[in-house]
């Protein structure tokens, strides 16, 4: 591969800001990749543009990303006919007198996040699908509704002992030791690591935290304030000209009142549910896995999560017709609606991969990699944050975590215990954690991010408006977070600086809310859009 040097950062870059210029995401993602492209065809049009839509197609030809499309359309067109079933008008009106406020409501949802950890995508479908109706009730602003399913996918995910994520980082951590000669050398395993690096997984901690805290005092601040302030006070959970990244309401028409049964919701879902961990476990091995962590780990997630998408179809279907709502054909017909929500999804995904790909080709995380690490070799104690501050860099650009762990982790871990002499103590611990919660940063709330592209999806949001008003509360939260991994530097234990860093949140919180209200001329005072 060639070495492109600063310029290997023009892919990302430039998506990024068209991005936030233009607010068009899709043609803003083909256009970085076509950046790549002109630096890999030294500057020739026709091959650049011939390069970019060869990345495109690629990942239509990767198994994985096929599995995931194919899910994407199956989870549609489920929630279509779920949707049409009135599950969950019925789940709304049976939580409605016990849930009637927009701040009970953000709880109940944020809740369910956590409830749902074992994987951020089937978390996201989960609690998007259940609680839609609930969060339009109860007048949450369609930006805020995809900022609470946001921050409690992967910022759970990355916490859960049980997950697919506690699996994927194991290893990661597991293929990282290779380069020592493995886990075993240190006189412990890859997983004992992972769990020792929890309490220094910061951003995960603050950023789950910053959603109960925002949810339950109203203390919104940036963007995400107006767009609340809009939703109480006039009703409009979108902005006039905004494009929902997924409406099913609006494809599949109104829900069929005839039998509104909370069943309608509870089956579906729970199907969905057991089908997907149990596909988890299968495709991880199964009975020859040695725990169901380790499976969870080695599992293909896209095809359990489509299997389980799958039965929540017919789980769907068969409802359908025993309660007699609607006919085998107009099921049908649902499904194909609700599919077709996903097609807006379907394409930023597929060029969100083609420009990841087109950072690969050129080197971008080699180039940051080479850059930043080598100015923390001398001082250990500085490993955390600095890694932080790449892996935070790095995942926003490329708008992946799971591909930036991969990245940092064989690097960072073996710099780390050659700094401390193979010694596990907290700065190898807190590294590790480190890599796992910034890499969480930018899938958190990069807009070329797919856990922040089907948040956007299945909250109906416009999916720069999520981004824009998200990111405020993401930065918040990492700053935060960098000042623990400083603390930690002067020997602050991790069990004192969790409480510490939730007590600025709070207070944080509350001082940004207040500018934010000024600078927008809304009274601070105001109770009426915060209740």
Same mark, same amino acid.
């Given at each position: 591969?060639?070495?492109?040097?600063?310029?290997?950062?023009?892919?990302?870059?430039?998506?990024?800001?068209?991005?936030?210029?233009?607010?068009?995401?899709?043609?803003?993602?083909?256009?970085?990749?076509?950046?790549?492209?002109?630096?890999?065809?030294?500057?020739?049009?026709?091959?650049?543009?011939?390069?970019?839509?060869?990345?495109?197609?690629?990942?239509?030809?990767?198994?994985?990303?096929?599995?995931?499309?194919?899910?994407?359309?199956?989870?549609?067109?489920?929630?279509?006919?779920?949707?049409?079933?009135?599950?969950?008008?019925?789940?709304?009106?049976?939580?409605?007198?016990?849930?009637?406020?927009?701040?009970?409501?953000?709880?109940?949802?944020?809740?369910?996040?956590?409830?749902?950890?074992?994987?951020?995508?089937?978390?996201?479908?989960?609690?998007?699908?259940?609680?839609?109706?609930?969060?339009?009730?109860?007048?949450?602003?369609?930006?805020?509704?995809?900022?609470?399913?946001?921050?409690?996918?992967?910022?759970?995910?990355?916490?859960?002992?049980?997950?697919?994520?506690?699996?994927?980082?194991?290893?990661?951590?597991?293929?990282?030791?290779?380069?020592?000669?493995?886990?075993?050398?240190?006189?412990?395993?890859?997983?004992?690591?992972?769990?020792?690096?929890?309490?220094?997984?910061?951003?995960?901690?603050?950023?789950?935290?910053?959603?109960?805290?925002?949810?339950?005092?109203?203390?919104?601040?940036?963007?995400?304030?107006?767009?609340?302030?809009?939703?109480?006070?006039?009703?409009?959970?979108?902005?006039?000209?905004?494009?929902?990244?997924?409406?099913?309401?609006?494809?599949?028409?109104?829900?069929?009142? %005839?039998?509104?049964?909370? =069943? /309608?919701? @509870?089956? #579906? !879902? $729970?199907?969905?549910?057991? *089908? &997907?961990?149990? +596909?988890?476990?299968?495709?991880?091995?199964?009975?020859?896995?040695?725990?169901?962590?380790?499976?969870?780990?080695?599992?293909?997630?896209?095809?359990?999560?489509?299997?389980?998408?799958?039965?929540?179809?017919?789980?769907?279907?068969?409802?359908?017709?025993?309660?007699?709502?609607?006919?085998?054909?107009?099921?049908?017909?649902?499904?194909?609606?609700?599919?077709?929500?996903?097609?807006?999804?379907?394409?930023?995904?597929?060029?969100?991969?083609?420009?990841?790909?087109?950072?690969?080709?050129?080197?971008?995380?080699?180039?940051?990699?080479?850059?930043?690490?080598?100015?923390?070799?001398?001082?250990?104690?500085?490993?955390?944050?600095?890694?932080?501050?790449?892996?935070?860099?790095?995942?926003?650009?490329?708008? %992946?975590?799971?591909?930036? =762990? /991969?990245? @940092?982790? #064989? !690097? $960072?871990?073996?710099?780390? *215990? &050659?700094?401390? +002499?193979?010694?596990?103590?907290?700065?190898?611990?807190?590294?590790?954690?480190?890599?796992?919660?910034?890499?969480?940063?930018?899938?958190?709330?990069?807009?070329?991010?797919d856990t922040t592209i089907i948040s956007s999806t299945f909250a109906g949001s416009d999916h720069m408006d999520h981004v824009t008003t998200q990111i405020p509360y993401a930065v918040?939260?990492?700053?935060?977070?960098?000042?623990?991994?400083?603390?930690?530097?002067?020997?602050?234990?991790?069990?004192?600086?969790?409480?510490?860093?939730?007590?600025?949140?709070?207070?944080?919180?509350?001082?940004?809310?207040?500018?934010?209200?000024?600078?927008?001329?809304?009274?601070?005072?105001?109770?009426?859009?915060?209740?």
């Open positions: 591969m060639d070495s492109y040097g600063v310029l290997s950062l023009l892919p990302p870059v430039t998506a990024l800001v068209l991005c936030f210029l233009t607010k068009e995401v899709i043609s803003s993602l083909f256009c970085g990749a076509l950046v790549g492209g002109l630096l890999l065809a030294h500057g020739n049009l026709f091959a650049a543009i011939a390069k970019t839509w060869d990345w495109s197609a690629l990942q239509l030809r990767d198994t994985w990303q096929s599995e995931y499309f194919l899910f994407l359309f199956v989870i549609g067109g489920a929630i279509g006919i779920m949707y049409k079933l009135g599950g969950g008008q019925a789940l709304v009106k049976k939580l409605e007198k016990k849930i009637g406020t927009s701040k009970r409501s953000q709880v109940f949802i944020a809740l369910m996040g956590v409830i749902i950890f074992f994987n951020e995508y089937a978390n996201t479908a989960i609690v998007g699908t259940a609680t839609k109706s609930l969060s339009d009730k109860t007048r949450i602003s369609r930006e805020k509704f995809a900022y609470l399913l946001d921050s409690t996918s992967s910022p759970v995910s990355g916490l859960a002992p049980i997950s697919d994520w506690a699996g994927f980082q194991t290893n990661t951590i597991a293929v990282a030791l290779t380069t020592i000669g493995g886990a075993a050398v240190l006189g412990t395993s890859a997983y004992a690591i992972w769990i020792h690096s929890i309490p220094y997984m910061l951003y995960c901690w603050f950023a789950v935290a910053l959603v109960f805290i925002v949810a339950l005092t109203g203390w919104d601040f940036g963007p995400m304030l107006k767009a609340e302030f809009r939703a109480r006070t006039t009703g409009k959970l979108i902005r006039d000209d905004g494009v929902p990244a997924g409406a099913v309401e609006q494809e599949v028409g109104e829900v069929c009142e %005839t039998h509104l049964s909370i =069943m /309608s919701f @509870i089956l #579906p !879902i $729970a199907t969905l549910i057991t *089908l &997907a961990l149990f +596909g988890m476990w299968w495709t991880g091995g199964g009975p020859k896995a040695s725990s169901f962590s380790e499976a969870l780990g080695n599992s293909d997630t896209a095809l359990s999560l489509l299997w389980g998408a799958f039965g929540m179809t017919i789980m769907g279907i068969i409802l359908g017709l025993a309660f007699k709502i609607m006919k085998f054909s107009e099921l049908m017909q649902t499904f194909m609606q609700g599919a077709k929500t996903m097609f807006v999804a379907f394409l930023l995904m597929v060029f969100a991969w083609a420009l990841k790909a087109a950072c690969d080709a050129v080197g971008t995380a080699d180039y940051t990699i080479g850059v930043m690490l080598p100015l923390v070799k001398d001082l250990p104690a500085i490993l955390p944050v600095m890694v932080f501050l790449v892996c935070m860099l790095l995942s926003f650009g490329l708008g %992946t975590s799971w591909g930036t =762990m /991969s990245i @940092i982790s #064989p !690097i $960072a871990l073996p710099l780390v *215990l &050659a700094a401390t +002499g193979n010694d596990l103590n907290w700065i190898v611990y807190a590294t590790v954690g480190a890599v796992l919660s910034g890499s969480i940063f930018g899938d958190h709330c990069s807009p070329i991010s918040f939260a990492a700053t935060i977070s960098i000042v623990g991994y400083l603390l930690l530097m002067i020997h602050i234990p991790w069990f004192l600086i969790i409480p510490a860093g939730c007590i600025l949140l709070f207070y944080g919180a509350r001082f940004l809310s207040k500018k934010s209200a000024q600078r927008y001329g809304i009274p601070a005072t105001t109770t009426n859009y915060r209740g």
